[in-house]
């Protein structure tokens, strides 16, 4: 079974005994409950912005993002992801309403005030990297911010290794692989120890390997305690890692809820353009009640495996 999700031409799948098969496998892993909310970290209220007098870009954004969540944000592209992130992290400032961190108001906090919070990693991460050297490019920011050398010299090595980079600490970046300086470029913002992280298109233009590895390592990262917003395309990355989908379409919010109703949801897939994965398709051309149920069935049982090991 755990065949089927290399599956490439999964139409050849499709027959009334596939389908008993696919149901009674289904049953077998039947969906979890979402955990508990903890407070909220950041909230928009009534959020708008437009770049331009009479062209609204983002309309009376409403959401909560509550602390220990990872979340994904999803959307057709120009739908407004990015805006929303240069709102967050204070590039732009909203034509109307309000961001809260905690409860308090953002709106005077400067770009670097909320940096000391709020991680931002960029979709071309490559962008981000300005050193030479791995221990430098981590060392950056705390040495901007004049923490003595000893205390960086602890953080940036206790960095590393969470990354899974400390064996390269003095090799210069241009030596690292493109999924090394991926993290490297997320390893940059954790060092400055923010209690939310920001990342467009965290697995973009990944192989699968590279896109797994990156996203246990997030996995872990939040279950360390950081909240983890991610903005993706993928629908699987959505499914399989975020409890929860903010989906924005022409600066609207058109849905926030669980990643499976989103994806149950035909139209709303379509309207974000996500991309539909292979398991998807094997579940509507057996026409399983509900394919995307199965789908996190599916997804479960791999994780099930994961912890046996
Ligand atoms: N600097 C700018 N000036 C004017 N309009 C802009 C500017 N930047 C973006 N826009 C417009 O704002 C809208 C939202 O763009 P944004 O980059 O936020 O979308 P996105 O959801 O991040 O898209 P993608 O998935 O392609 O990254 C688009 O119509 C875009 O053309
Ligand atoms: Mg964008």
Redesign the pocket.
């Known amino acids: 079974m755990t065949d089927a999700a290399d599956l490439v031409a999964v139409e050849a799948f499709a027959s009334p005994e596939i389908a008993e098969k696919l149901t009674q496998f289904q049953e077998k892993f039947p969906k979890t409950a979402l955990p508990s909310h903890q407070p909220p970290l950041l909230e928009a209220k009534n959020l708008s912005f437009s770049?331009?007098v009479g062209k609204p870009?983002l309309q009376a954004l409403d959401f909560t993002i509550h602390q220990g969540e990872m979340i994904s944000l999803v959307?057709?592209?120009?739908?407004?992801?990015?805006?929303?992130s240069h709102l967050i992290t204070g590039f732009l400032t909203p034509t109307s309403g309000k961001l809260l961190w905690q409860g308090t108001d953002m709106g005077n906090d400067s770009i670097k005030e909320r940096a000391q919070k709020i991680g931002y990693v960029l979709?071309n991460s490559n962008q981000m990297l300005s050193k030479n050297f791995l221990f430098d490019e981590v060392a950056l920011g705390l040495r901007n911010r004049n923490v003595p050398e000893a205390e960086i010299t602890e953080k940036v090595h206790q960095t590393l290794k969470i990354c899974g980079l400390y064996p390269f600490r003095s090799w210069p970046l241009s030596a690292l692989s493109h999924g090394q300086k991926r993290r490297a470029a997320i390893a940059a913002i954790l060092v400055l120890d923010p209690e939310l992280i920001l990342l467009d298109e965290p697995t973009a233009g990944q192989d699968y390997r590279h896109y797994t590895e990156m996203m246990q390592f997030l996995q872990e990262l939040n279950q360390r305690g950081l909240t983890i917003v991610m903005?993706t395309?993928d629908m699987h990355l959505m499914l399989e890692y975020t409890q929860r989908t903010i989906v924005?379409t022409q600066?609207t919010i058109l849905l926030d809820a669980p990643p499976e109703v989103v994806l149950a949801d035909k139209q709303v897939v379509s309207a974000a353009n996500l991309k539909e994965t292979s398991l998807y398709t094997l579940a509507t051309l057996n026409q399983l009640t509900d394919p995307a149920a199965f789908t996190a069935a599916f997804i479960a049982s791999e994780k099930e495996g994961y912890d046996g090991e």
Do not use: E, F, P, V
């Not at 959307?75 to 929303?84: D, F, I, P, R, Y």
């Open positions: 770049y331009q870009i959307g057709h592209n120009g739908a407004g992801k990015s805006t929303l979709q903005i395309h924005l600066g």
